[in-house]
Nanobody, 125 residues
Framework: QLQFVESGGGLVQPGGSLRLSCTAS????????VGWFRQAPGKEREGVSC????????IYVGSVKGRFTISRDNAKNTVYLQMNSLNSEDTAVYYC??????????????????WGQGTQVTVST
């Protein structure tokens, strides 16, 4: 089964940092844009960040700009999300997903068709 495996989530205090990893299993990601998404309880899934296939173009939602950094290592088949200055509003399940029909970041969530299972991030004292 083609899928991503996310890791790196956990419990962190406000102001802390986490680094999420998203590794592809049984396929290569070097031609795909990959995004990070999150879903908090009772809320819709939202896009957090995206990186194009070559890694030279990135997008961030306004609430994480300056705090989160997306990167990728195609040789390791992995995309990362470095999250700094975390606050309670960042608490959510974080998912990575690939837009397998595009090397560029897509604006619509339905364009992302290959998903991971998610990793929980909880920001709390």
């Amino acid at each position: 089964q083609l899928q991503f495996v996310e890791s790196g989530g956990g419990l962190v205090q406000p102001g802390g940092s986490l680094r999420l990893s998203c590794t592809a299993s049984r396929f290569t990601i070097d031609t795909y844009a990959v995004g990070w998404f999150r879903q908090a309880p009772g809320k819709e899934r939202e896009g957090v960040s995206c990186i194009n296939s070559s890694g030279d173009s990135t997008i961030y939602v306004g609430s994480v700009k300056g705090r989160f950094t997306i990167s990728r290592d195609n040789a390791k088949n992995t995309v990362y999300l470095q999250m700094n200055s975390l606050n309670s509003e960042d608490t959510a399940v974080y998912y990575c997903a690939a837009a397998t029909a595009s090397s560029r970041c897509e604006s619509q969530i339905y364009e992302y068709d290959l998903w991971g299972q998610g990793t929980q991030v909880t920001v709390s004292t």
